[in-house]
């Protein structure tokens, strides 16, 4: 994960060249360890050393942070107050307007059920041929730039630039699909939706930045633990069509159904359908056990993630739209949900399609996921408590209309002595 040397260039130092990198270093006071580190991670310098590098540069700032792509606010607002002189420079050294992209590679038909499609081959030459605004709702889980070898051997090591180039590119076009008030759920690093947020921000409606709590990595010596996947959620327009987020049961001992946490006078106010749905995931699994998994040696998506996205922003026959197949999860979910669903994969799709000649066994995932969903406490659980004498909501209630009748009989009682 590197930039393509633009501090470098900007600097006039040949990338690689070690010479005069440490002439540069030694013009300008800055050691070659810190010019390397600006230069591998695109930021400007700061403090004592950016004065020492524009004058060793013979450069100002301005010009650097163009060069490198790293705009100020106050950059930007001129460059909108001169919009039609910036248009006009930047027309004459580029191409003429975007013209329809002619489709090379059409994809391949590899499944086709009542409600979904699905297609082998690369998500640009699927999109362009899909309707504008006719999408309600679009879930992607793009390749995230690990270095991964994947069976579709696309390349997963590009320049930091070159990556989210390649973002931006697709996820115009799914903007473009996507209906108006349709939901855009963006699956990826933390460090990749932070470069790629204001992007989506400057075309969509930010509604939440949401934290699922699946650990992804080892722990990394000097860094904090990664422990969350980051799903960002955007709409088209003012605000969503349909929002109707699941309830969540409330955390119990998964031995006794004992509380975890003490709840006091709270009790009462417990909503029997259950908890509301944070921004902060912590009950989604990783698919590790055999059992479960679809496709082997790839990391997949659970089943319990798409239910919930799904169900959140659709409702029955709305048109879901995943450019990243991997596993198939998102159209497992869609149809088994009833919505229609369109979906692409670039590698293989022989798992998916099995996957649909078993779709009994994701039926009964999903219905054993779904039951115990918008109450406070599933069935189980509730009849666990009941056996211990442990508050219910109905106990709870009850106690409530008892206690005014009992301190009535209390006051008559002590009123007689």
């Known amino acids: 994960m590197s930039f393509s040397d633009q501090f470098f260039r900007a600097l006039g130092i040949a990338p690689g060249d070690r010479r005069q990198l440490n002439a540069f270093a030694a013009r300008s006071g800055v050691s070659p360890a810190r010019l390397r580190y600006y230069n591998d991670a695109n930021v400007l310098p700061s403090g004592g050393d950016l004065p020492r590098v524009l004058e060793a540069g013979g450069i100002s700032e301005l010009e650097l942070m163009l060069a490198m792509g790293r705009l100020s606010r106050d950059t930007l607002s001129a460059i909108q107050a001169n919009a039609a002189a910036v248009a006009k420079l930047l027309q004459a050294s580029q191409p003429g307007d975007a013209q329809t992209k002619t489709v090379v590679n059409a994809p391949r038909s590899a499944l086709e059920t009542a409600l979904g499609r699905l297609y082998e081959g690369d998500c640009m030459d699927l999109m362009p041929t899909l309707d504008s605004d006719s999408v309600d709702m679009i879930f992607a889980d793009p390749p995230f730039n690990l270095n991964k070898l994947y069976p579709s051997s696309i390349n997963d090591n590009l320049k930091t630039e070159r990556y989210l180039e390649w973002c931006e590119a697709w996820l115009a076009e799914c903007i473009r699909l996507l209906k108006p008030g349709g939901a855009l759920f963006l699956w990826n690093l933390p460090r990749w939706n932070a470069e790629i947020a204001p ?39 003012p605000q969503a069509r349909v929002f109707h987020p699941d309830r969540l049961p409330m955390q119990t001992c ?164």
């Open 199 to 237: 992007f989506l921000t400057s075309r969509l409606t930010f509604v939440h930045w949401i934290a699922v709590d699946i650990k992804y990595s080892l722990p990394i010596q000097r860094r904090l633990y990664p422990s969350h996947y980051s799903l960002l959620y955007y709409v088209k327009g």
């Open 254 to 417: 998964p031995h006794c159904a004992g509380d975890l946490r003490d709840y006091g006078g709270y009790k009462a106010k417990m909503n029997p359908k259950g908890v509301n749905l944070s921004d902060v995931w912590w009950d989604v699994s990783p698919v590790r056990h055999a059992k479960y998994k679809r496709r082997s040696g790839a990391n997949e998506l659970p089943l319990k993630l798409m239910d919930r996205i799904i169900e959140m922003s659709t409702d029955e026959d709305d048109l879901v739209f995943d450019p990243f197949g991997g596993a198939g999860t998102t159209y497992m979910a869609a149809e088994l949900k009833r919505r229609r669903w369109i979906g692409i994969e670039i590698g293989p799709t022989d798992d998916i399609v099995r996957r649909f000649a078993d779709i009994d066994q994701d039926r009964k995932l999903l219905t054993g996921q779904r039951n115990d969903l918008n109450a406070l406490f599933p069935n189980k659980v509730r009849a666990m408590r009941e056996m211990k004498g442990l508050w219910t909501c109905e106990s709870v209630r009850a106690a409530t209309v008892d206690h005014p009748q009992q301190l009535r009989l209390k006051a008559i009682a002590n009123s007689s002595a």
